[in-house]
């Protein structure tokens, strides 16, 4: 499993130019990710909304984050999603 430090810029790229909000909006939250501390809680969507210019729905970030933690980059145990 890659850690925030170890998600590539080939991946984040590919999942920028995919042209999938979830999948850009996690680009961006995993470049976020690298070099946060371990337990950091992310902050709020529209961070991430206002950096991108995207207004996407809540469930849209939901798979955004779920997608990094499938990869390993964040964690969440029924609380805030958090740098793994």
């Known amino acids: 499993m890659p850690t925030p430090s170890q998600l590539t810029d080939a991946r984040l790229s590919s999942w920028r130019a995919s042209g999938k909000t979830y999948q850009i909006i996690a680009a961006e ?8 501390e371990r337990g950091t809680v992310l902050p709020d969507n529209a961070v991430f909304g206002r950096q991108l210019g995207i207004d996407a729905s809540p469930s849209t970030y ?4 779920m997608l990094l933690v499938a990869q390993g980059v964040l964690s969440t145990s029924d609380g805030p999603f958090q740098v793994a």
């Open 29 to 36: 939250i995993g470049e976020w990710a690298r070099g946060k």
């Open 62 to 65: 939901k798979r955004a984050k």
